[in-house]
């Protein structure tokens, strides 16, 4: 088991599904976690049944994140871990709604998903190089396998995940060639029986038992599984492990589509 012990985690959207995950993983793991979430009620109660501390987030409203850095900072002493989790779906295929509609649910899920998590990435490095003792940290990204092989009913959640997995890498050799200990990883995970999904199921009927099928094993994964590949990336047991990806996916994306 990864030893985070002493360590200080911020995770967003930690009210449900893979953040909550993350959280409950990271605090028995023995961080010190500052979990946030744009919902206030789930996330405060998360948070206080795990013993992490809350703080109401919009990824996408960057001129807050530095204020979020700040407040685990000021709490812990320092900021080691960033794992930029929250994200939505938009539920639109390229052709589904008319221009309105359509560039609002882009506009909206690419402010979320991709600038949030870059907006989380640059406040974080501005925090990390300045940790007492020297510049160290471990940011971990929450792409998707749609990054890979993305959805036709979903264009801005598959772009902006596969957006997600070259800013992890751009992010991770800046820091590299800038002499700085701060390393940048993806998890991508698969189909995981958690919130998002259930929206997603909502849109798309049958999204589930589909997505379920996909891979070999038949099943979806527990969000503790995926927890657990981000406690790994997140520990100092792969020191040189950065900008790289680590997939999730009960084999789905490994397999033969005719098989
Ligand atoms: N569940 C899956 O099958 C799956 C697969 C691949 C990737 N992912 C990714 O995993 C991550 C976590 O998703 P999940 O499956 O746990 O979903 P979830 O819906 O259970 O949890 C997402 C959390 O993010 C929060 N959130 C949404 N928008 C936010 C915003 N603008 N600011 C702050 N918080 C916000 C929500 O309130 C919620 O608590 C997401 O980035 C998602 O794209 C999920």
Not at 104 to 133: H, K
């Amino acid at each position: 088991m990864p030893d985070l012990s002493g360590k200080v985690a911020i995770v967003t959207g930690c009210a449900s599904g893979i953040g909550a995950a993350a959280v409950r993983r990271f605090v028995a793991d023995g961080a010190k976690v500052l979990g946030t979430d744009m919902d206030e009620t789930r996330g405060a109660a998360l948070c206080a049944e795990t013993g992490a501390l809350f703080a109401v987030q919009d990824v996408s409203d960057r001129a807050a994140w530095p204020q979020i850095v700040a407040r685990a900072v000021e709490a812990f002493g320092r900021l080691d871990i960033l794992i930029n989790n929250a994200g939505m779906v938009s539920g639109a295929g390229i052709g589904d709604l008319d221009d309105d509609a359509m560039f609002a649910a882009w506009d909206r899920v690419l402010a979320v998903n991709l600038t949030g998590t870059m907006a989380g990435c640059r406040a974080a490095i501005a925090a990390m190089r300045d940790n007492p003792g020297g510049a160290k940290g471990a940011i971990i990204n929450i792409a998707s396998t749609t990054a890979i092989a993305p959805l036709p009913t979903d264009v801005g959640y598959s772009a902006s995940k596969g957006a997600v997995r070259v800013l992890s890498k751009s992010v991770a050799t800046w820091c590299a060639q800038h002499q700085l200990d701060i390393r940048c990883n993806t998890v991508i995970p698969g189909a995981t029986m958690t919130g998002i999904l259930e929206a997603a199921e909502q849109q798309t009927p049958g999204l589930i038992a589909a997505v379920a099928k996909t891979s070999p094993l038949n099943r979806l994964a527990d969000p503790a599984e995926t927890a657990a590949a981000i406690a790994f990336l997140a520990s100092d047991e792969c020191p040189f492990m950065t900008g790289a990806e680590m997939v999730v996916d009960g084999a789905a994306l490994s397999i033969h589509p005719g098989f």
